[in-house]
């Protein structure tokens, strides 16, 4: 298995262009050329989930690998997206972790995409069955109030669970609920009705 480490600038070439709500084949190009992913056929359920799995690449960035799970193309051509940093957890990582500089970067990069947008943690309250620690950030202003019932939290989140086996952050995004003006992706004024009709549970 070969292994990629990203540099940041990388990182920005997988997230920069989602936030920018690029079309999906700007996006998937993108995304291809950092994880050295042949391009799939339409019909390849692999375009939707790109990891060491089907690239035969491991690509990591702080020592988390780093996966697409999921990239799926709607009628509008823009997309949901899901990507994931998942590592198994050491003991090191019990007093450093590359955990919180990573939700720093990705949070520095929406902000930088999207106007007005600022992060504000978000407490699901209840306890977790295998002893994992929970954190949810998502784009201030945009709670979902049916999100206990619909199991979907913001058109913008950023989730992190940390279990006494591995550690994972995830990056969850619908597009839908965004526009593009002026260099800016902004949020649109009917983002929640749209997001409750349209964006699946995650």
Not at 5 to 11: A, I, Q
Not at 15 to 22: A, G, V, W
Not at 84 to 87: A, G, I, L, N, P
């Given at each position: 298995m070969i292994k990629n480490?990203?540099?940041?600038?990388?990182?920005e070439k997988i997230?920069?262009?989602?936030?920018?709500?690029?079309n999906i084949v700007k996006i998937k190009e993108s995304i291809y050329k950092v994880l050295h992913f042949t391009r799939a056929k339409p019909s390849d359920k692999q375009q939707y989930m790109i990891s060491s799995e089907f690239t035969g690449v491991i690509s990591s960035y702080h020592g988390f690998e780093v996966q697409v799970r999921k990239l799926h193309a709607r009628e509008n051509d823009y997309i949901d997206a899901l990507i994931?940093?998942?590592?198994q957890k050491r003991f090191t990582d019990h007093f450093f972790s590359s955990k919180n500089k990573i939700v720093d970067e990705i949070k520095k990069i929406c902000e930088s995409e999207i106007l007005d947008c600022w992060f504000t943690p978000f407490e699901p309250?209840?306890?977790?069955?295998d002893d994992s620690k929970l954190e949810f950030f998502h784009q201030m202003g945009t709670k979902n109030p049916k999100w206990e019932e619909q199991n979907k939290v913001s058109p913008l989140t950023i989730f992190t669970k940390e279990t006494p086996k591995d550690i994972v952050i995830e990056f969850l995004f619908s597009p839908d609920c965004y526009e593009r003006k002026e260099d800016k992706t902004k949020l649109k004024e009917d983002w929640l009705e749209i997001f409750n009709l349209y964006v699946p549970s995650w």
């Open positions: 480490e990203l540099t940041y600038k990388e990182l997230f920069r262009p989602i936030l920018q709500l690029e994931s940093f998942t590592k309250g209840g306890f977790s069955k």
